[in-house]
């Protein structure tokens, strides 16, 4: 133990030396020793390590960017406060995302996009990440520009997933224009892996009230009702954001997209169902909320008045209230009834 720390001393000491050599060769050794010795992260950020790599990311070479990058990426999966409490750390891994497209290198970029999903796991560092609207601008900016790296789209995805898991962080992505980036990237790159991690940053962004207009100019409802429809071949996890981006809208907005839900195609009706019946547990759940939700928020006793019944107008339910079945997309209850009966039956419902 002692020699790892005399190393990570005499590593840091030669990052602040004047020797250009000297700082590229002690960068490239913390790189490798990062990788490859989960131990020795706390040791060479407890040496004084960060400062220097944090100053290294303004640095022209790319090289030296690169190393330092990764190596502030290796610390955070560890040791996340030490980079936290760096004076300057989140200023220079913005720099890093700002210069994408001109000075930075790609793999400096993805580095950085995905050092910020690692400190964002940390929920009490997400509304201090999310309230650096330079970095969310960046990360967006990095989804809409055509000839990003897959590699560099993947990460700042998950950068933004990790800030838009805090609720008061998505009315500032919304206000940046997330919801355009993220429809535009749906509907212009057909790779499932993409696709999925898009949606799934959909699915958080529209849970605030600003979703829904941002929603209705991109036709939001629409593009998550064509991901739905079993004929366009799109993956369960696709499906499953589908319906989470679906009742957060439902929860969070208006009358104006309860009633776009309600009015969709049969096709999209069944996603939901192959949801209810082939999802995770959590898929599940919010496929049946989100039917609960669109029919008014019926309790469970009122779902099993309704798949047992013949008689589809007024339908009278138990003393807690009434559904009337005049106000629900017909095409949605006879497409997904036997579904709810079959989770009715499991025990899928919960209160």
């Not at 499953?240 to 195609?265: D, F, P, T, W, Y």
């Not at 039917?291 to 928020?297: P, Q, S, Y």
Request: net charge positive.
């Amino acid at each position: 133990m002692e020699v790892k720390h005399r190393t990570a001393r005499s590593l840091v000491k030669k990052l602040g030396s004047v020797s250009e050599i000297t700082r590229s060769e002690a960068l490239a050794e913390l790189r490798l020793m990062t990788k490859n010795d989960a131990e020795s992260r706390l040791i060479i950020a407890e040496a004084g390590a960060i400062p220097y790599l944090a100053e290294t990311l303004y640095s022209s070479s790319h090289d030296s960017q690169d190393n330092a990058a990764a190596t502030l990426l290796n610390i955070s999966i560890s040791s996340r406060a030490p980079l936290m409490s760096t004076r300057g750390l989140l200023d220079a891994i913005s720099h890093v995302l700002r210069h994408h497209a001109a000075n930075s290198s790609p793999s400096a970029v993805q580095s950085s996009a995905a050092t910020l999903y690692s400190l964002l796991v940390d929920d009490s560092y997400r509304p201090i990440i999310g309230a650096k609207r330079d970095i969310a601008y960046s990360l967006i900016e990095i989804i809409k520009r055509p000839n990003s790296p897959p590699r560099s789209i993947k990460d700042a995805l998950k950068a933004l997933f990790g800030i838009a898991l805090f609720p008061l962080n998505r009315a500032g992505l919304i206000d940046l224009g997330a919801a355009g980036a993220l429809f535009s990237l749906v509907l212009k790159d057909g790779r499932v892996g993409i696709v999925e991690d898009t949606t799934a940053v959909i699915a958080q962004i529209a849970g605030c009230e600003e979703s829904e207009r941002a929603f209705w100019k991109v036709s939001g409802v629409k593009v998550l009702e064509d991901l739905l429809d079993v004929g366009t071949g799109s993956s369960e996890r696709t499906k499953e954001n589908a319906v989470g981006a679906l009742l957060n809208l439902v929860r969070c907005g208006g009358g104006g997209v309860m009633r776009e839900v309600k009015e969709m195609r049969p096709g999209a009706v069944e996603g939901i169902k192959d949801v209810m019946e082939n999802g995770t547990a959590k898929g599940k759940s919010k496929a049946i909320a989100l039917l609960k939700a669109v029919e008014g928020g019926a309790k469970k006793w009122d779902f099993a008045v309704l798949i047992h019944s013949d008689t589809w107008k007024g339908t009278k339910c138990s003393d807690s209230g009434r559904i009337c079945i005049e106000k629900v997309n017909r095409a949605l209850w006879e497409s997904a009834k036997e579904a709810i009966a079959r989770a009715w039956k499991h025990k899928v419902f919960q209160e």
